[in-house]
């Protein structure tokens, strides 16, 4: 595997690592401190100041009118709406639901990237995506075993499904613009489409937020800081650097290890205990992790160099 490529799943890894630990930080915080949309159009109005900020001592890059609706559409699907369906599905359902549906993301990129992009479903691709799932699923059904409180809402369930599919439609349709336009280019501009999207529910919700009145307190804005500066800024940016190097469906495989990541947290904070289904299930992850990269793109299988 060449350094670049080395690079993309440096980059989707550690996505993956702030994404894990953002699910159970966001879930202390919502409702009770700050309302789904209010927190969504925080998150987004952070990102478009600290890009654009960037933007300014960047190289510039002429952004052609058909890849500004490309960028929209990321925009659309991958910062609004699945932030607002991931804040939203935090009011009815655990953090242990959202990543056993979490787990389904890199089967939807693959069949979203068979119709969009026309990438085979080989064999070894579409084993690597079941086993990988599988590694997810088994720690979370074990967890849940224990938890009998984990069952979750139907509503909640509906919305991480929204969750994975607009994702899903995130990254296969910025794949080919990621490969064009630098990282900043295309976040400055996908997260100010995002703020306007939300600005609405936002904005009005706003007002309310405990997070920003006189009973917030320090660690409450530590949590707020954690998902807008790591989980919405940093872990945004490194998306678009690991689909310039890797294909959408290698790149969700990635998704699986967040459950994993929230168990390792439980065991250290003490709400957990180490067992034999973690280390199997993070051998399940990375298989699976294996297989879908040493599977053919689609310039291989039509024998392109």
């Known amino acids: 595997m060449t350094k670049d490529k080395w690079l993309g799943h440096g980059a989707i890894l550690a996505t993956n690592l702030i994404f894990g630990l953002n699910t159970p930080i966001a879930k202390t915080i919502v409702p009770e401190w700050i309302s789904p949309y209010a927190l969504t159009f925080v998150r987004m109005v952070f990102a478009t100041l600290v890009f654009w900020g960037i933007g300014l001592l960047a190289p510039k890059e002429e952004v052609g009118k058909r890849d500004l609706w490309t960028i929209f559409g990321g925009a659309l699907f991958g910062l609004v709406g699945a932030q607002v369906s991931f804040a939203n599905a935090l009011l009815y359902t655990s953090p242990v639901n959202i ?14 990237a068979a119709l969009i992009l026309k990438e085979p479903v080989t064999f070894k691709k579409a084993a690597g995506v079941l086993i990988g799932a599988s590694g997810a699923l088994l720690i979370i059904f074990q967890s849940s075993a224990i938890n009998t409180d984990s069952s979750g809402n139907w509503i909640g369930n509906l919305l991480c499904i929204v969750n994975v599919i607009t994702y899903a439609i995130y990254l296969v349709i910025t794949r080919p613009i990621s490969q064009r336009y630098s990282a900043i280019t295309l976040m400055k501009w996908m997260f100010l489409f995002s703020a306007l999207i939300s600005f609405p529910p936002g904005i009005s919700d706003l007002p309310e937020a405990k ?44 998704n699986n290890l ?23 299930a993070a051998l399940l992850v990375f298989t699976g992790v294996y297989l879908v990269t040493q599977s053919k793109a689609k310039e291989e299988v039509k024998g392109i160099k």
């Open 258 to 280: 967040q459950p994993i990541i929230a168990s390792i947290i439980a065991i250290l904070i003490g709400q957990d205990v180490f067992s034999w289904d973690k280390p199997i």
């Open 99 to 112: 990543t056993i549906i979490a787990a389904m993301t890199p089967l939807a990129v693959m069949l979203i």
């Open 211 to 254: 997070v920003f009145g006189t009973e917030s307190n320090p660690f409450v804005i530590l949590k707020l800081s954690y998902i807008v500066i790591m989980a919405t800024g940093i872990a945004y940016f490194l998306v678009p650097m690991a689909l310039k190097r890797i294909r959408p469906t290698t790149a969700s495989m990635y």
